[in-house]
Antibody
Framework: EVQLVESGGGLVQPGGSLRLSCVAS????????MNWVRQAPGKGPEWVAN????????NYVDSVKGRFTISRDNSKNSLSLQMNSLRVEDTAVYYC????????????????WGQGTLVTVSS | DFVLTQSPDFLAVSLGERATINCKSS????????????LAWYQQKPGQPPKLLIY???TRESGVPDRFSGSGSGTDFTLTISILQAEDVAVYYC?????????FGGGTKVEIK
């Protein structure tokens, strides 16, 4: 069964840091672009970042550039998101999501998704 | 950035009736070199991640019931649920993958009338 499991969420103060992880099973992570997508309470999803199969290309939404870093370890079938200088507006459920087709394009739609991990930024 | 505007925000439909959800993009998501529309649709139920329904604007994902269909081209798209069933109560989102940043619409909540 293809599965993505996120971990690492929690409560953090503004300005703090958090590292999210996503472990994949049922497929080889090295064959796919991988994404982080977040969803604030009561809002629609927002794509955050993606990373190419070999880690050589990364893209970010403007609101997290310079603060968040996406990375991957294909040997461990895992994806990470290092989040620094966190803001209240970063509060959301963070989902790990796979590129659907495993192609070379960075322009992805997402399937499957993990169940998400909640990040709360509050003093 | 590509802005996707969904309408309506909320839709109440009787069981067995048709539900129609619209998604309008601020720019065309039709790529001329392959004549494909870079648009997907998702369904999200409470406490669950979004589930892929449709990609390339009209290609149904494997296992998705055929009462779900997508149509449209360029900047205007529609998701249709032909015969609404109780399990279709959810929020529906469109997403463009024509350009970075990848963006989603604001969602349409579908309930039973």
């Amino acid at each position: 069964e293809v599965q993505l499991v996120e971990s690492g969420g929690g409560l953090v103060q503004p300005g703090g840091s958090l590292r999210l992880s996503c472990v994949a099973s049922g497929f080889s992570l090295s064959s796919y672009w991988m994404n982080w997508v977040r969803q604030a309470p009561g809002k629609g999803p927002e794509w955050v970042a993606n990373i190419k199969q070999d880690g050589s290309e990364k893209n970010y939404v403007d609101s997290v550039k310079g603060r968040f870093t996406i990375s991957r370890d294909n040997s461990k079938n895992s994806l990470s998101l290092q989040m620094n200088s966190l803001r209240v507006e970063d509060t959301a459920v963070y989902y790990c999501a796979r590129d659907h087709t495993g192609g070379s394009s960075q322009y992805n739609w997402f399937d499957p998704w993990g169940q998400g991990t909640l990040v709360t930024v509050s003093s | 950035d590509f802005v996707l505007t969904q309408s309506p925000d909320f839709l109440a439909v009787s069981l067995g009736e048709r539900a129609t959800i619209n998604c309008k993009s601020s720019q065309s998501v039709l790529y001329s070199s392959n004549n494909k529309n870079y648009l997907a649709w998702y369904q999200q139920k409470p406490g669950q991640p979004p589930k892929l329904l449709i990609y390339w604007a009209s290609t149904r994902e494997s296992g998705v019931p055929d009462r779900f269909s997508g149509s449209g081209s360029g900047t205007d798209f529609t998701l249709t649920i032909s015969i609404l069933q109780a399990e279709d109560v959810a929020v529906y989102y469109c997403q463009q993958y024509y350009d970075i940043p990848l963006t989603f619409g604001g969602g349409t909540k579908v309930e039973i009338k």
